[in-house]
């Protein structure tokens, strides 16, 4: 029997029929890019039994996208090598396609979608997916669903846009359990058997044709020739649900019993670094919380009786499991919660008191204003925003308590909020695997005023806005080490990477413009 998929989490994208005289059943992976844990997968399958068609799986992945770079290819391609060396039930067949050039995989979708009884794909919130698959859904003469997988609420479960994450949390504490009662399948493609498949005509076999094992063992061949911004090196995280399976394990049965007490210190290492791979679907919030909940030997009984919007006690799990439960539910979804409803990347989507008090205090004179160009090179008067710049030019990350100190000191050394906003979307989705995700936008409005509220003492530059200086992070958090780590020379041995802007950088000249530091 097939596993029920909530309703609230299937939306049709047009009104066609499911024809099921058609070959295959077609699920094409966007954004869950796993083979398990995935009310997308769960959805295609149940619609191949119910139809008895063989289930075909495309995951493409493009080059045309805003920031492509040999980065986020690389951590990709790495997450379709381990879903092409799954060991797949007859009448399953996986696709993955990596675009040889740009444009040339144009037409692949609506040639597969041709031969296909429905298809199904991924509800992502944000960046180009919901676009890319609206088009498709218009183009294709069959029926085309979107299915949420995205976190433990259900996106269409509430259509309030919560301002604040206290009131978030009191909203998840009332009516997250029986959504949580609602999982999918951890192995979705255990003991099926579908119909076999017969062989896709040749014109899409060679006009498209699939990466080889071989190929996706060897990302660099299939990524270092497009046009895409080969300056943006690699990180040295592995992408793929394996690497997300062995980092979820490290986590739960090693740095979590530290996470409350350490979780702000950049040099410790505490947090669960899952960010990257939850954003490319490599691992689901669902298989997190479910190893979590099986570590705390949690159940529903636990939690306490009335909500309170408070991010302890709630849960009645052990301390650090409870802060680390709020940032996956509370702090996770809130931005998710957002970004499908509402414009999540613009200066106008930011809390009123929060522009009027960036607008009074834009005649502020500030003592230090940089260009986008100066913010890349990391070539600020102050050494622990520098490193935390390079830090994620390197890495593709930072830690997450140096990531707020970067993002108000964009603010305060740039012309004005609009300014800032510009240049933290654009450095944090070039440079960050994380990035071009709701929490980006979470992240980078937080900086900005929203989940916030107004502080005193008025200052100037910030305004009301909520203030941090890098000497006060420097007495809060041990940074010595972190410092000489990141470096202008870099710890022995690393790679540079340089940053010259890359192909995004005309997009920026704005910078080039204003910026005139007093020094
Ligand atoms: C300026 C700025 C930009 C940011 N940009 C991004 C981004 O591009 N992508 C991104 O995923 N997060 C972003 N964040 C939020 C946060 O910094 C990261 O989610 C967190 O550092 C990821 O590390 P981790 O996986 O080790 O987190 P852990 O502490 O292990 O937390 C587990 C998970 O909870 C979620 N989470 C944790 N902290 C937050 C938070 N503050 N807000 C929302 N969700 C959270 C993440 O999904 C994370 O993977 C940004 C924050 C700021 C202030």
Redesign the pocket.
């Known amino acids: 029997m097939s596993v029920p998929i909530p309703d609230l989490r299937v939306r049709a994208l047009n009104s066609h029929a499911i024809r099921s005289e058609s070959d295959y059943v077609l699920y094409w992976m966007v954004a869950n890019r796993r083979l398990r844990w995935n009310f997308s997968l769960d959805r295609a399958v149940h619609w191949a039994k119910e139809l008895k068609k063989p289930l075909l799986i495309l995951e493409a992945l493009r080059t045309d996208y805003r920031w492509a770079s040999d980065r986020l290819h690389r951590f990709v391609i790495e997450g379709m090598c381990d879903n092409a060396s799954a060991r797949l039930p007859a009448g399953v067949r996986y696709y993955p396609y990596v675009e040889p050039k740009q444009g040339a995989g144009r037409g692949l979708v609506a040639a597969l979608a041709r031969r296909a009884a429905v298809i199904v794909s991924d509800d992502f919130p944000c960046f180009f997916l919901p676009r890319m698959l609206e088009a498709a859904a218009r183009r294709a003469n069959v029926r085309f669903e979107a299915v949420d997988s995205n976190g433990l609420l259900p996106l269409r479960a509430t259509d309030r846009v919560f301002t604040l994450a206290h009131s978030f949390r009191r909203f998840l504490q009332k009516e997250l359990l029986p959504h949580l009662r609602q999982s999918p399948r951890a192995e979705p493609l255990a003991g099926l058997k579908l119909p076999k498949h017969s062989a896709l005509p040749d014109d899409i076999e060679q006009r498209w044709p699939a990466a080889t094992p071989a190929g996706l063992q060897l990302p660099e061949s299939l990524y270092g020739s497009l046009e895409i911004d080969h300056q943006v090196r690699p990180a040295s995280m592995k992408g793929g649900s394996e690497a997300a399976d062995r980092r979820l394990q490290a ?1 739960v049965e090693g740095k979590l019993k530290r ?1 409350a007490d350490d ?1 702000n210190q950049p040099e410790q290492d505490v ?5 990257p791979y ?2 490319f679907g490599h691992i689901s919030a669902h298989e997190i919380w479910d190893r979590l909940t099986r570590h705390e030997k949690w159940t529903e009984s636990c939690v306490a009786e009335k909500p309170s919007g408070s991010a302890e006690g709630w849960w009645g799990m052990s301390g650090p499991a409870e802060g ?1 439960a709020d ?2 539910l509370t ?2 979804e ?2 998710y919660n957002m970004c499908w409803q509402q414009e999540y990347d613009t200066y106008e989507s930011l809390p009123d008191w929060a522009r009027v008090t960036m607008e009074e205090h834009e005649g502020d004179k500030r003592p230090y204003l940089y260009s986008i160009e100066e913010f890349e090179r990391a070539e600020t008067h102050d050494p622990l925003w520098n490193a935390a710049q390079r830090q994620l030019v390197r890495e593709g ?4 308590y140096l ?2 100190l ?2 108000k000191k964009i603010y305060e050394w740039s012309a004005n909020g609009r300014d800032a906003l510009e240049t ?1 979307i654009h450095l ?2 070039k440079y ?1 695997v ?4 709701p ?2 936008y ?3 409005g ?2 900005l005023g929203r989940y916030d509220r107004a502080w005193g003492p008025e200052r100037k530059i910030f305004g009301k806005l909520r203030y941090m200086t890098s000497e006060n992070t420097a007495k809060k958090v041990r940074v010595k080490r972190y410092l000489e780590t990141y470096s202008a020379a870099g710890p022995p041995g690393l790679t540079r990477v340089a940053c010259d802007g890359g192909p995004n950088r005309s997009i920026h000249s704005f910078g080039a413009k204003l910026a005139r530091t007093e020094r």
Not at 271 to 275: E, H, I, N, Q, Y
């Open positions: 986590f996470y979780r947090p669960s670094g899952l960010s939850l954003h680390f940032q996956l702090w996770r809130l931005g990350l930072i830690h997450n990531r707020m970067w993002g933290m944090n989705n960050a994380d990035g071009r995700n929490n980006s979470s992240g980078i937080w900086v």
